[in-house]
């Protein structure tokens, strides 16, 4: 007598029961051949990528072997995530910067390791990608990403030339930039990809010279964007830059995000609260924002004293913002986050700061007040 076939779906309804046990998964694919497909699924969903110079033990070998000998794998990953290992670039010369992708193992056959990559990029599987600290990346690494992409993510990435530009793009859900410097071409984003569906937006290295570009980006989202991350602002005179809210109908969330590793990065917390004011004056009485976060993350450099000075005039500052007439009568506005983390030894010091400089301002009851350790 036939055993009874259980439908693929049970299986994976099983093995997903242990997805984050990657020892788990490793042994469920040797039980059967079901068991096996369902394994895999979950153990090659997410491939991460992270390439290291050529002195490094490190080696992305694996990845090449993968795509030559067990192929089938590849149609499992939805999301991809290729980092190149964090060095200081002001340490290298030009013709000595090691290539991201040059790290190709000489003993490697038939398919190099930019083989490789340039052909999961455009895996028809691939939902989310993420590149990560990748300088003079080939312009194939990017011109034909796969219809369904949904989340896109460029953090400090250069392109050796401009992709060329085709006629279908992938239309995205979400956005991540953060641009290394003044040399990221204006139209690049739209080369690749179709963000006039983008919902959730994240601009990085918020600074006069590099805010056209995330502003063009904006404006090509103006119909659909809901939530709006801005961080690490560089700027000195408020005035430099001018984002218009009112042409976002949808949007409901804004987060403004500092990093302070250094002391000199806190006196750029002023300007960045009196450039957000601006703008949310701005507003029309028929927005539909409801949250305005404000995020700091100050590290183990950063003394309290001079935090507290520094801060001295943002209190304030905070008041104004809540006291705007188009949120203070909006009905979906539920007020001001202010969430600040800092290192395990500091946090509970500007824990106590905030806490007893907040309820100085008008509105302090209607500021909601977070914090965390910062590591």
Known sequence: MTPPVLPLEVFDEIVSQSADEISILKS???VCRSFRRSAQKMLFNCIVVKLANRDSDESPINLVLIVEEAPHLIDYIQELQISY???NRDDYHDEDYIHMLANALDDTPRVALQDALVLLMTLHSLRDIALDNCFYSPANLVPNLPPLLKHLSLDRVEFSSLPTRRDELPKLES???DILGVSFPSDLVERIVDISQVKTFQGGGCNPYTMPVIERILRATSNSLEHL???EFDIDDPDSISIDLNRFSRLTDITITQWCYVGSYISLIPPMLILITKMMKTISPQ????????HLKLGRAIHILDFDWTMKDVWQELDTIWSIPQLASSKSFHGITFIVESTPANCDAFSDLVQNKLPETKKA??????TSPFR
């Not at 927005?287 to 404000?294: A, D, E, Y």
């Not at 009851?365 to 977070?370: A, E, I, R, T, W």
């Open 365 to 370: 009851s209607k500021l909601h007040v977070k």
């Open 287 to 294: 927005n539909v924002i409801q949250n305005l976060s404000f």
């Open 229 to 231: 991350t801005l961080q």
């Open 175 to 177: 956005l991540t930039l």
């Open 85 to 87: 290992k964090r060095i």
């Open 28 to 30: 469920c694919s040797l």
